[in-house]
């Protein structure tokens, strides 16, 4: 799925990337000048701390369930849900046992 030496073919997420053990794994699928599109595995309760992005970022569930604060507010996110983080905004990954998600940054025209 990555732009270098690309085939067009349907591939399936949950299987692209394994969990590993107490690890968090992730694989880029797609990086050029307009963003990049990266999947995560979470094994249990790894996750990602607070911390901002200079631009959009969108994540798809995957597989399994995580609390993802943004801004202060807290979000329950699962297998097919979306949520928009915003540029600048301050947010964290917590899992609830394994989770696998599609990140997908965009960045802006000035950027």
Do not use: C, W
Not at 34 to 61: K, Q, R
């Amino acid at each position: 799925m990555s732009n270098e030496n690309s085939r067009t073919e349907v591939q399936k997420l949950k299987t692209l990337l394994q969990y590993q053990d107490k690890a968090v794994v992730s694989r880029m699928l797609v990086k050029n000048s307009a963003g990049n599109v990266t999947l995560f595995a979470f094994d249990g309760n790894e996750g990602l701390s607070e911390h901002t992005a200079p631009f959009d970022a969108l994540v798809i569930g995957i597989e399994g369930h995580a609390e993802i604060p943004v801004g202060g507010v807290a979000h329950s996110v699962g297998e097919g849900d979306a949520l928009l983080m915003p540029a600048g905004v301050p947010h964290a990954i917590h899992p609830i046992g394994g989770f696998k998600m599609l990140l997908i940054m965009i960045r802006g025209e000035s950027e």
